[in-house]
Nanobody, 123 residues
């Protein structure tokens, strides 16, 4: 079955950067649109960014625009989320997801999910 494994989370000071990775196995990576979502303490799941199957189309949440960049390497079956200018409000568990549609922000359009990686931003 399709498996997604996130990595790259950790503790960073406000203003710092992190790069998350999500390795996909068990499926044809290039057939999936990929998304990043997050869940902050006490809050619901929130869309962060998504990228189309070839990487040509990208979609960002307002909170991510100008600070985060999503990319993918179809040769490595991996999607990335470069996060810059982090603030404490970015503290959350970050999940990657794979779906059959375009780079959309609706989590219901994604069929496969990773276990998540914790990102903590200190002030």
């Amino acid at each position: 079955q399709v498996q997604l494994v996130e990595s790259g989370g950790g503790l960073v000071q406000a203003g710092g950067s992190l790069r998350l990775s999500c390795a996909v196995s068990g499926g044809t990576f290039s057939m999936y649109a990929m998304g990043w979502f997050r869940r902050a303490p006490g809050k619901g799941r929130e869309f962060v960014a998504a990228i189309g199957k070839t990487g040509g189309n990208r979609n960002y949440a307002t909170s991510a625009k100008g600070r985060f960049t999503i990319s993918r390497d179809n040769a490595k079956n991996t999607v990335y989320l470069q996060m810059n200018s982090l603030t404490p409000e970015d503290t959350a568990v970050y999940y990657c997801a794979a779906g059959g549609f375009g780079p959309v922000g609706n989590p219901l359009d994604y069929n496969h999910w990773g276990q998540g990686t914790q990102v903590t931003v200190s002030s």
